[in-house]
């Protein structure tokens, strides 16, 4: 069966400090990769996604970036943190068939002090 | 563009008590796909349900019920004799039927509390 693992649970970084989420996946091969972002109001904003290794699209614009080196290894990452980088971090994998639904990770809780 | 609209910020019933969760959706797609997810406390997401647009059978699985509207594009969600493990926030979504990355664009959520 299908795992996705996301690390760290929380993380609690001052402003300026870079910062590197990690995702994995396993059970799987090929899949598409999606980072989340859960602020304050609950609303799901997509940041990142990826069909395949070294292709990232970048929803909107922002202090962070994502890489994938792997091809189940998703990295959310920033050079310097700001206040507003704040919220709870979902990493989340699909398979590519048209009715395949997403799967979600437990989540980085992160707060930028 | 997508949209998902769930208008009811929160939800509070007593527990035993049916409850309906509402969410309308807007696209331009013939062909799409509506989710649902349940987030407990513990803040991972969890999926529920997904239903082609092709078909507006209704769906039921135990205690949870899904109400498939095309004419008026809404899916709504009903849980009938609510426990206190349904507390959560629970999210509607929506994703096109096209190649590529499939993006899933979520309401904004629900939040359903049930009191003992």
Redesign the interface.
């Known amino acids: 069966s299908q795992t996705i693992h996301q690390w760290p649970a929380t993380l609690v970084q001052p402003v300026g400090s870079p910062l590197s989420l990690e995702c994995t996946v396993e059970g799987t091969s090929n899949p598409?990769l999606?980072w989340y972002r859960q602020a304050a109001?609950?609303?799901?904003q997509?940041l990142f996604?990826?069909?395949g290794i070294g292709q990232i699209?970048s929803?909107v614009p922002q202090n962070l970036s994502a890489s994938r080196p792997q091809d189940r290894q998703f990295i959310l990452s920033s050079k310097k943190l700001l206040l507003s980088d704040s919220g709870?971090y979902?990493c989340?994998w699909?398979a590519r068939s048209?009715?395949?639904?997403?799967?979600?990770?437990?989540?980085t809780?992160l707060t930028v002090t | 563009a997508q949209k998902v609209t769930q208008a009811q910020t929160e939800i509070s019933v007593v527990e035993k008590e049916d409850v309906t969760l509402d969410c309308v959706y807007e696209t331009r797609d013939t062909t799409y796909y509506l989710f649902w997810y349940k987030q407990p406390p513990s803040g991972e997401l969890v999926f529920l349900i997904r239903r082609n647009s092709f078909d507006e059978q209704n769906e039921i699985s135990g205690r949870y019920s899904w109400n498939f509207q095309k004419s008026t594009s809404s899916f709504n969600f009903t849980i009938t004799a609510s426990q206190v493990v349904d507390s959560a926030v629970y999210f509607c979504a929506l994703s096109p039927i096209i190649q590529g990355a499939q993006k899933l664009v979520f309401g904004q959520g629900t939040r359903l509390t049930i009191n003992p």
């Open positions: 598409n999606y109001g609950r609303g799901l997509l996604y990826s069909v699209s929803e709870f979902l989340a699909r048209y009715n395949s639904p997403l799967h979600f990770g437990n989540g809780r």
